[in-house]
């Protein structure tokens, strides 16, 4: 069974400063997914993760994955207010044939502080 | 505009009562699913669908039933709701392609029942 985990589960953040949270995962995957959920809102997609080696960027946050070592990485530079919310990396597995499901983990609560 | 929709986003109701949760997507993709979320806490699949008539039960057992009837609609049923019901769901969609491919969410529907 594939188990997501996700750490820290909490991380107070002070403005300014760099951080990074950690996405593992048990079983090989096809794809790794990082979402960002605000507080009683729904989930929106931030990153696709598609190979080893993948990096992608997108504002203040980057993201990385090493299938070898089932690890991704989320890295914050400069901290800023807006980036307070839930982050979800959520792994992508095929059954069989188009068939395919998505294993989240339990979530990363940043909260950024002046 | 492509999207996805989710009614009602917020439902109050009593003990026993029928409920049926709407999820209506207008991007054209095949699969369809559906997600129970506590606050504070991870995702976990109840139920999804890979096209027209076919249903199939996710990895949290849940007491609710699905159809498939339409492409662009997949409605959620509680026969007899029940306090430990109540969560926020939330509907999914992506594209039929081989290999996982990205969830697009929904706003979501927040259960409380009493």
């Known amino acids: 069974e594939l188990k997501v985990e996700q750490n820290p589960l909490f991380l107070s953040m002070q403005e300014g400063k760099n951080y990074t949270i950690y996405c593992n995962y048990s079983t090989t995957s096809d794809r790794l997914y990082w979402y960002r959920q605000d507080p009683g809102k729904s989930l929106e997609s931030l990153f696709v993760?598609?190979?080893?080696?993948a990096v992608k960027q997108e504002g203040r946050l980057m993201a990385s994955l090493d299938t070898k070592a089932r690890l991704s990485t989320l890295h914050i530079t400069a901290a800023v207010h807006d980036l307070s919310a839930t982050y979800f990396c959520a792994v992508g597995i095929t059954l069989t044939g188009a068939n395919s499901k998505l294993t989240f983990g339990k979530g990363i609560t940043l909260s950024v502080r002046p | 505009e492509a999207d996805i929709y989710q009614t009602p986003r917020y439902l109050v109701i009593g003990t026993g009562k029928k409920i049926t949760l709407e999820c209506s997507q207008t991007?054209?993709?095949?699969?369809m699913y559906w997600y129970q979320q506590d606050p504070g806490m991870e995702l976990h699949l109840i139920h999804y669908s890979y096209g027209v008539n076919s249903t199939e039960k996710g990895d949290l057992s849940s007491e609710s039933t699905v159809s498939r009837i339409r492409t662009e609609h997949f409605p959620l049923t509680l026969e007899s709701a029940r306090p430990s019901h109540t969560s926020q769901y939330l509907c999914?969609?992506?594209?039929?392609?081989?290999?996982?491919?990205?969830?697009?969410f929904g706003p979501g529907t927040r259960l409380t029942v009493l």
């Open positions: 991007m054209g993709h095949d699969k």
């Open positions: 993760l598609l190979s080893n080696g």
């Open positions: 999914a969609s992506s594209e039929k392609m081989t290999g996982p491919t990205p969830q697009f």
